[in-house]
């Protein structure tokens, strides 16, 4: 909207155009008002509107926040319980780890510790751990046929010069401790504890990815809330509306003026007054000025609608975000539904991990158990190798004994046969010879057997440096153990 002001030089027409142009002013700048005045009460609902919409959102987001930190925490709660389980599960590793290594050290002492081949056992069932050997094995195990009673001093030299064939045995064919442990039901346990281990990861698996996948979600949800809104400047555009407005209604009411004047001059004019050239330059001269006065009132009327359009944009958005927000608690509400389930299987885990974690340490106590039988088993054989070698020692200082009686004896009945020689030689032909018929009689010889007609010991070879392995090895044990026995 414009106005050109060209003033007739006829003086009659002048007054004339100068109030139409007046009057138009005056309408368009009435238009223009009454337009910021509705925008300005357009823009106070508006900026109602963003207030409430902005609080219902922030509200909402908050509300959605605090329910994604309860969340937030929940994950935490189930991956620390994860955490302590894990813990569980690696101390019962560690503890495993040491059994399985002691059980695997004291097999391979085992398995190097040789047994002579005259302590086999003709049956497997006699071994204390079930190993079987073949029919070749049991016969090479049974040692000879007791001998019958006989002179000790036969014996004696039977054994000296008939020693068994067994020191030129080769040693790789002998066995070994290890040879009497059944390594089947070893495997067969540490198979059990493997698959219980196995077990109790599928167990532990099931809540693998809860703590991962809730902060995921959550971070899903909180990335889906709106954005925090640029709010216009409220305060700051009413105030330059209402500045606006003022300025406005200021040169309106200097329109209506100058219609006024313009009027009356017109009024005047028709009854026949007459108007000096000075007053319709001044007249004149106040027309032209109402162009600026548009263009002011157009300049307030565009602040006015800019500001309006600020207001505008800024409940749009508000409007958009509050839309999202539906979709954003439903979200909310199903990750209530999946937080409620994984806190059921979470303790539902931790009940059977419990359960897998106990067992597994009863598991362990086998193995121990295995350890401290086989270290029992290899203490016993060296005891019962040096036992044997003491055994040996009380035999032969016992066959010395026999054996220096032996001679003893022979040597009295040899001189009292030559004492009995030299009576007879001397006083025989002086007496009757139905006189004393025992004087012709030699002296009793003597043998000594086992008492009671009983078997003589036999006792299996030992190398001598088998022996000595041994004693240091038991002398060891109570050194570190005094007066323990056994293991």
Request: hydrophobic share 35%; proline share 4%; net charge negative.
């Amino acid at each position: 909207m414009s106005l050109h002001s060209s003033a007739s030089p006829e003086h009659p027409h002048l007054i004339s155009y100068l109030v139409v142009q007046s009057h138009q002013a005056l309408q368009i700048g009435e238009q223009l008002c009454t337009r910021a005045n509705s925008l300005s009460n357009a823009s106070a609902q508006c900026a109602v509107d963003v207030m409430a919409l902005d609080a219902k959102v922030k509200w909402i987001s908050e509300a959605v926040l605090e329910q994604l930190k309860l969340a937030a925490s929940v994950a935490k709660s189930i991956e620390h319980k994860r955490a302590q389980l894990d813990t569980r599960v690696h101390e019962w590793d560690e503890i495993r780890a040491r059994r399985a290594s002691s059980l695997d050290t004291i097999l391979d002492s085992l398995g190097k510790q040789l047994v002579p081949p005259d302590f086999h056992q003709a049956s497997s069932g006699s071994s204390l751990f079930g190993s079987q050997h073949s029919d070749e094995e049991a016969e090479d195990a049974i040692g000879p046929s007791p001998q019958p009673q006989r002179s000790p001093t036969l014996t004696l030299r039977d054994q000296r010069t008939a020693r068994r064939e067994k020191e030129l045995r080769d040693r790789k064919r002998w066995k070994t401790l290890r040879d009497f442990v059944d390594e089947r039901g070893i495997e067969d346990e540490l198979d059990a504890i493997e698959s219980d281990r196995n077990d109790l990861d599928i167990v532990l698996g099931t809540t693998d990815s809860y703590p991962e996948n809730l902060m995921d979600t959550v971070s899903g949800i909180e990335k889906s809330l709106p954005g925090k809104a640029a709010l216009p400047p409220i305060n700051a555009i009413i105030n330059s509306q209402a500045q606006a407005s003022t300025h406005m209604a200021n040169h309106l009411e200097s329109l209506a003026s100058h219609y006024e004047q313009m009027a009356g001059a017109m009024r005047e004019s028709e009854a026949g007054e007459t108007f000096s050239q000075d007053d319709l330059q001044d007249m004149n001269r106040d027309t032209e000025e109402l162009p600026s006065i548009m263009a002011e009132l157009e300049e307030g009327i565009r602040s006015i609608e800019s500001s309006h359009e600020q207001l505008s944009s800024g409940k749009t958005a508000l409007s958009q975000h509050l839309e999202l927000l539906p979709d954003t608690l439903r979200d909310l509400d199903e990750l209530g539904e999946i937080m409620g389930e994984m806190l059921q299987c979470q303790e539902s885990v931790e009940a059977d991990a419990d359960e897998h974690i106990t067992t597994l340490h009863q598991r362990l106590v086998t193995l121990e158990d295995l350890h401290q039988r086989f270290v029992a088993f290899q203490m016993s054989f060296d005891k019962l190798l040096v036992e044997m070698a003491r055994r040996r020692q009380y035999r032969e200082a016992a066959e010395k004994i026999v054996e220096g009686m032996m001679v003893q004896l022979e040597t009295m009945a040899e001189e009292e046969r030559l004492v009995r020689v030299r009576f007879n030689a001397d006083q025989g032909a002086h007496l009757p010879a139905d006189i004393c018929l025992c004087i012709e009689n030699p002296p009793t010889r003597w043998e000594v057997l086992p008492w009671n007609g009983e078997v003589m010991e036999e006792l299996p070879d030992i190398d001598y440096d088998l022996i000595v392995e041994a004693r240091e090895r038991v002398a060891g044990v109570e050194d570190v153990v005094p007066g323990n026995e056994s293991l």
